[in-house]
């Protein structure tokens, strides 16, 4: 029986003069995130998008578990194609719903008729299909309330599809139709679901990660990389910049008052990626920060971080518990990678008692025996990428 892969927009009906410019986009988007899986045709009629595999061997499987990673979907389902004739329809249903009914107890059928002139009227057609299959299936029951299965029969411009019901996309808007912005990447839990969230809002992802060698390790990196491997599944492609921070973190740790280290780290780590940002058609960085977490994210601790940059920095996580945070990291699948033990640069110089209150003119007090500027720079020059797609870090061929 010949199958397809049903899907519906989510966010993008609403889209009015964009909505050619968004389909398109969540086209290519669908189309990438399935090319290794051998080829597929992607037909848009009735606000619907129909992928059909070119080759007998297609993984439905694997290829369901990565369009639900595809922002801009609301729903999508796995469907027999039928013949626009009750007989065929008929035919077909007892033996392609066999798997899904046999551990059913009740079902429902529904029925939608985009085109009106099919022999039959919806009612009639959940009637005669509901028949047939209660008919195969004695053990079950209709139950047009509170259902175990609907069974869908949807009577289309080419075709009908029969299929067991619509599956949850992740909805949001597709990849690409926001612009860039620059997510600022820890080994931790919360900068992944930052970056997370902003994709599901349209958004492309660069990365940025400071890494501070011998202090942190090459499997502090590693980490990172998985992680963001493991955002790509949702994101696509993300260009990793690694900066080197070695160097101006024991400049900070030399030069600066000790309960002043966090907050003058994370002023540098703003105004490098914002260079890094710019310079690479960013028109924003994201961070993990959630109000009153930890001692640099209370709001003095904020302001006095975002007094240095001019993009703006998006905090998609501001207003979250932990708990929340936490909740779809699992979800996401980053929360068992994100809690392995290794080092950040950020926990390397910890003072002891951080500064969480600092007032106008204190940080630029406590780092006015640095050579921000001269170090800024450096920092820009060295920072290399690497690109990382949802198979890992891609060979340096693919990288150039
Ligand atoms: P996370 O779980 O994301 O590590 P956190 O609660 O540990 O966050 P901090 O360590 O204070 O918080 O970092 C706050 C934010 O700063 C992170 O969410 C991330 O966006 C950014 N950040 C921290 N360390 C680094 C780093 N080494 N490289 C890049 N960005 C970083
Ligand atoms: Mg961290």
Request: proline share 6%; net charge neutral; aromatic share 6%.
């Amino acid at each position: 029986m010949k199958e397809v892969i049903l899907i519906k927009d989510g966010e993008l009906a609403l889209k009015g003069l964009n909505r050619r410019n968004f389909e398109s986009i969540m086209t290519g988007n669908i189309r990438r995130r399935l090319r290794d899986l051998g080829g597929v045709q992607i037909r848009r009629a009735q606000s619907t998008l129909y992928i059909e595999p070119l080759h007998d061997d297609f993984d439905f499987e694997e290829a369901l578990e990565r369009v639900s990673r595809i922002f801009g979907i609301a729903g999508f389902s796995r469907a027999c194609v039928c013949e626009k004739n009750m007989a065929d329809i008929l035919g077909k249903a007892p033996e392609y719903l066999r798997e899904t009914l046999k551990n059913a107890k009740t079902f429902k059928v529904e029925a939608k008729r985009a085109d009106k002139r099919f022999e039959l009227k919806s009612p009639e057609i959940c009637r005669e299909v509901g028949g047939v299959l209660l008919g195969a299936y004695p053990h079950l029951k209709v139950d047009v309330h509170n259902p175990d299965i609907v069974v869908m029969v949807e009577i289309r411009d080419y075709a009908a599809y029969l299929h067991a019901g619509q599956i949850h996309g992740a909805g949001g808007l597709p990849v690409g139709t926001a612009g860039h912005a620059a997510i600022l990447i820890s080994g931790g839990i919360d900068s992944p679901v930052a970056a997370w969230t902003m994709a599901k809002r349209g958004l492309t992802l660069d990365a940025i990660h400071f890494a501070s060698p011998p202090y942190t390790s090459p499997r502090a990196e590693l980490k990172v990389k998985t992680l963001l491997s493991k955002v790509a599944r949702y994101s696509g492609i993300i260009r990793l910049w690694m900066v080197p921070f070695t160097e101006i973190q024991e400049k900070i740790g030399e030069n600066c008052p000790e309960d002043y280290f966090t907050l003058i780290m994370r002023r540098m780590m703003m105004r490098i990626a914002e260079r890094v940002a710019s310079k690479n058609n960013c028109l924003a960085l994201i961070t993990g920060e959630s109000l009153g977490q930890v001692a640099s994210q209370t709001l003095p601790a904020i302001a006095a971080t975002d007094s240095v940059t001019s993009i703006p920095v998006l905090r998609p996580l501001i207003g979250m518990d932990k708990e929340e945070i936490v909740r779809i990291s699992k979800a996401i699948d980053t929360f068992e990678t994100s809690i392995l033990p290794y080092e950040d640069c950020c926990t390397v110089f910890t003072p002891k008692h951080p500064h969480t209150k600092p007032k106008p003119g204190q940080c630029e007090a406590a780092e006015e025996k640095l050579d921000i500027e001269a170090l800024v720079e450096k920092a820009v020059d060295e920072t290399y990428y690497v690109l990382i797609d949802a198979s890992g870090e891609l060979p340096p061929k693919e990288n150039s």
